[in-house]
């Protein structure tokens, strides 16, 4: 049974950058992929980013050019640089380990 936990969110101005990490425990981490949804307040959940066991990564139009998926399998962590953020980023951003390993999530606001 696979735990995650995300960090690194937090309040940041518009065209500023994040980063942030899920640890997971208790799972073979680098056999599966991975991904970063987001929820903003009356909105669906939506996939913001995906990268597969081999590292292939595919991203969300509104988020491409600005935002990096990756991982580390020696420190079974996930990773989502965010740069040039705006407010429309903000949401609660929740880690997966497919197909369906939830983190608990980490919020995200972007707002001057």
């Known amino acids: 049974q696979a735990q995650l936990v995300e960090s690194g969110g937090g309040l940041v101005q518009p065209g500023g950058s994040l980063r942030l990490s899920c640890v997971a425990s208790?799972?073979?981490?680098?056999?599966?992929?991975m991904g970063w949804y987001r929820q903003a307040p009356g909105k669906q959940r939506e996939l913001v980013a995906r990268i597969t066991s081999g590292g292939s990564t595919c991203y969300t139009d509104s988020v491409k050019g600005r935002f990096t998926i990756s991982r580390d399998n020696t420190k079974e962590t996930l990773y989502l640089q965010m740069n040039s953020l705006k407010p429309e980023d903000t949401a609660v951003y929740y880690c997966?380990?497919?197909?369906?390993?939830w983190g608990q999530g980490t919020q995200v606001t972007v707002s001057s």
């Open positions: 208790g799972s073979i981490f680098s056999a599966y992929a």
């Open positions: 997966i380990l497919f197909p369906s390993y």
